[in-house]
C-alpha cells in the first residue's frame, strides 16, 4: 500500500517550501510514497514526478449544462452567457475540459480521481435533489466513455464518492450496472472515508462513522477489488446538516456570489479532518487498498506536517 498526500497545485496556494527538495525531503521524512495533485495552474515547487495519483478537475454541478436544460441553466446561472463562461466549453465538448489533466496523469501518474455527482448550488444546503442516483451515474458514465474516448489515458481511473446524488455506495446493484456501462477495464473505486460519512446525517462520533465505512464495505464486498484507494479523511456534520436544512440561509441572487456562499458552508459540512478512532486501521486493513491518500485540511505547511505526522503514527503504531 502506498501512502500518499493529498495536495493542490496552485501559484495562488503557498506550500510554504522554498523548493521542491525541501518538499521531498519532508515526503521521505514522513515516509510518504508521493502525492495526489490537483493541478490549478502548477507551480514550480510540486514536480510532476511526485504526483503518484493526479485527480481530475471537477464541477459540482455540470448535468443541466451537459444536457442542455436551459430552465435549470437560468434558474442557476443567471443567464446562458454566464454559464458557458463558467463551463469555458460547449455542452457537446464539456469532454475536453478533461483532457490536458488526463494526458498529465497518462505521462506522470499511476491513477486518475473522478468525482461522480451532481448538485446544484441552490440544492447543496436543502439535499432536495434533482437528479437521482441512477440519472447521475448513467450521465456521468456517458461523460467518462466520451472523454476516454478522445484520449490515450491506459492507466486507472478510480471513482471518487459523495454525499449528493451520484456514487454514495448505497445501492449495490446500481453501482454494478455504472461499473458495466464504463467502456474502460482499468476502472476501480476511490472510497472516501468523508464524504461517505457525510452520507449518512445520522452519525455523531467518529467511531459511528468508520462502523458505517465498515458496514458499506461489507454490503459492496462482491466489488472489493475494484476498490483500489481510500481518501482518508472525517467528516461528522449531520447536525450541521440538519440545522441548515431548518434553518437556511439567504443566499445571493448573483451566481459567484453565492458560489463564495455556499462554499463557506462546504467548508462546515465536508469537515476534512485527520482520524483519530481506532477503528481506522481496522477498517483499512479490511479494505486493503493499494493506495492510501491522506486528505485532511491545513491552514500553513507546520499544521499540515504535524497532521501527516500524527496521521501515520496511528495508522502505524
Known amino acids: 500500500m502506498k501512502y500518499l498526500l493529498s495536495l493542490i497545485d496552485s501559484p495562488q496556494i ?34 510532476p514526478q511526485m504526483a503518484t495519483g493526479t485527480h481530475l478537475p471537477f464541477f459540482n454541478f455540470w448535468m443541466d449544462y451537459y444536457n442542455k436544460n436551459e430552465e435549470r441553466i437560468v434558474k442557476e446561472f443567471g443567464s446562458l ?33 473522478f468525482h461522480v455527482g451532481d448538485v446544484s448550488n441552490l440544492e447543496y444546503l436543502s439535499r432536495n435533489h434533482f437528479y437521482t442516483d441512477e440519472e447521475v451515474l448513467n450521465c456521468s458514465a456517458k461523460l467518462i466513455n466520451q472523454i476516454l474516448k478522445n484520449s490515450n489515458y491506459s492507466k486507472w481511473l478510480l471513482l471518487e464518492n459523495l454525499y449528493f446524488s451520484g456514487l454514495r455506495f448505497n445501492n449495490l446493484e446500481l453501482t454494478k450496472k455504472f461499473l458495466n456501462s464504463i467502456d474502460y ?64 440561509p439567504t443566499l445571493s441572487k448573483d451566481f459567484y456570489k453565492r458560489f463564495e456562499e455556499i462554499y463557506q458552508y462546504v467548508s462546515e459540512i465536508d469537515q476534512h479532518k485527520i482520524s483519530t478512532s481506532n477503528l481506522t486501521k481496522k477498517v483499512i486493513d479490511l479494505i486493503e487498498p493499494e493506495y492510501l491518500v491522506l486528505e485532511f485540511k491545513a491552514i500553513n505547511r507546520g499544521e499540515r506536517e504535524e497532521k501527516v505526522r500524527k496521521q501515520m503514527e496511528i495508522l502505524n503504531p
Not at 15 to 37: M, R, T, V
Not at 84 to 107: C, V
Not at 223 to 235: M, R
Request: charged share 25%.
Open 14 to 47: 503557498n506550500l510554504e517550501y522554498k523548493s521542491s527538495q525541501e518538499l521531498n525531503n519532508f515526503i521521505n521524512e514522513a515516509k510518504l510514497d508521493g502525492l495526489e495533485i490537483i493541478r490549478c495552474g502548477g507551480s514550480n515547487i510540486i514536480k
Open 81 to 113: 452567457e454566464l454559464a458557458r463562461e463558467f463551463y469555458q466549453y460547449a455542452p457537446e465538448e464539456l469532454y475536453k475540459y478533461f483532457l490536458n489533466d488526463l494526458e498529465f496523469a497518462n505521462k506522470y501518474s499511476e491513477y486518475t480521481v
Open 185 to 248: 477495464k482499468k476502472v476501480g473505486f476511490m472510497l472516501d472515508t468523508g464524504h461517505l460519512m457525510n452520507a449518512n446525517t445520522s452519525i455523531k462520533t467518529e467511531d459511528e462513522g468508520w462502523e458505517f465505512v465498515e458496514k458499506t464495505f461489507r454490503n459492496f464486498s462482491s466489488l472489493k477489488n475494484y476498490f483500489k484507494g481510500i481518501h482518508l479523511h472525517v467528516s461528522v456534520s449531520g447536525e450541521t446538516v440538519k440545522k441548515l436544512q431548518k434553518n437556511p
